[in-house]
């Protein structure tokens, strides 16, 4: 949820129906809030200390790159792997490039459902794991209807 609205705090469109108004991120951090929620520990100099405001606000932005689906070995449409290693990393939320409320709502999604994690995949990488038929027997992951792994993407970054 905070990524969600960190990433669409430097927007600087309104993603409402009043698109002439300026976009105004909401104050997600603040000092007082945290504050008033957090108990001490019994032993006061030990208790945790969260980063000021302002310094959270300015953590850079992530970028969310475009990710596609994993296909365990001898599921995944031929070419399918080869195409995504010879693939440049894609920026897949611009909001420069928003301009419809429908636009904004699948930005949204797309912010919403990114994953979270600092690492990523690189499918000239992936081969570790991803496409050895042993980690699968081990591992036995989930497989969807449409033969992809739930809950894992490869994405170039």
């Known amino acids: 949820m905070l990524l969600t609205a960190v990433a669409l705090g430097g927007c600087s469109r309104q993603p409402s129906l009043s698109p002439a108004l300026p976009f105004v991120p909401p104050k997600t951090f603040d000092d007082a809030a945290i504050r008033s929620i957090e108990l001490p520990l019994a032993v006061a100099d030990a208790s945790p200390v969260q980063i000021s405001s302002d310094t959270y606000y300015r953590v850079p932005i992530a970028p969310i790159y475009k990710s596609y689906a994993v296909y365990p070995p001898g599921r995944e449409p031929s070419g399918y792997f080869a195409s995504l290693q010879s693939r ?11 301009t419809t409320d429908a636009d904004w709502i699948r930005a949204g999604e797309l912010v919403f459902d990114a994953p979270n994690g600092f690492g990523s995949i690189d499918p000239s990488r992936a081969d570790m794991y991803l496409r050895d038929r042993k980690w699968y027997d081990h591992v036995r992951p989930s497989i969807a209807a449409d033969g992809t792994l739930p809950l894992l993407s490869l994405r170039r970054s």
């Open 88 to 98: 440049a990393p894609e920026i897949a939320f611009d909001p420069a490039t928003l």
